[in-house]
């Protein structure tokens, strides 16, 4: 079965510049969620998208912006990358928005800001 | 304020025993989630709760939900070294989400 495609898996940057995350949910899934994971801590919510509509939102920071395209697939786009913004960013899918209904993570990128 | 408390953080078992994690959440809320993480990996979702009673199970694993104590537990039966991860618990109200700490299980033979 398909599954939630994160690209890239790895990424490297250096503080200050920019960065733009993929996720590719499950197919005629309609929501997807973007979460921050630090080394040793709990993921955090960052937003979600229900029919390329933001729905909720976490604890995003001001200099991330994310969307939703008309095919579902959303980009998490970082500016002025700081060092505490290396993580591993998880994307979740599901049918359905609201956190009602089971979420599908994907593999994660991981994300180094030196 | 969504918060969640899991405990405990770590949990060393050996093979064969029985133990329960238990997550306390602070705000109303029907919908609990349970998920593995290996070192490294994504989340796996375990169990969806849905509703005050809830119990569901799956091989040696077994969820409850009490919304009134605002209680979930997660109870491991006979361990094996297998089930050896990091468990989170997330509860999710009208617009947001939150996991607890995570409980980092090993399983020793």
């Known amino acids: 079965a398909a599954g939630v495609i994160q690209s890239p898996r790895h990424l490297i940057k250096e503080k200050r510049e920019t960065a733009t995350l993929k996720c590719y949910p499950i197919p005629r899934h309609d929501t997807v969620y973007w979460y921050q994971q630090g080394p040793g801590q709990d993921p955090q919510f960052l937003i979600s998208f229900y029919e390329k509509m933001q729905s909720d939102k976490g604890s995003i920071p001001d200099r991330f912006s994310a969307q939703q395209f008309s095919d579902y697939h959303s980009e998490l786009n970082m500016s002025s990358l700081e060092l505490g913004d290396s993580a591993l960013y998880f994307c979740?899918?599901?049918?359905?928005?609201?956190?009602?209904?089971?979420?599908?993570f994907g593999p994660g990128t991981r994300l180094l800001v030196l | 304020e969504l918060k969640v408390e899991q405990n405990p953080l770590f949990l060393s078992m050996q093979e064969g025993k029985n133990y329960t994690i238990y997550c306390n959440y602070s705000t109303t809320s029907d919908r609990l989630y349970w998920y593995r993480q290996d070192p490294g990996k994504s989340l796996e979702s375990l169990f969806v709760l849905l509703s005050n009673g809830a119990v569901k199970q799956e091989g040696r694993l077994m969820a409850s939900l009490d919304t009134k104590a605002r209680l979930s537990t997660l109870h491991i039966t006979a361990a094996v070294h297998d089930l050896s991860a990091t468990y989170f618990c997330a509860v999710a109200n009208n617009n947001d989400m939150r996991f607890g700490a995570g409980t980092r299980l090993t399983v020793k033979p």
């Open positions: 979740a899918s599901s049918l359905g928005g609201g956190f009602q209904e089971t979420q599908y």
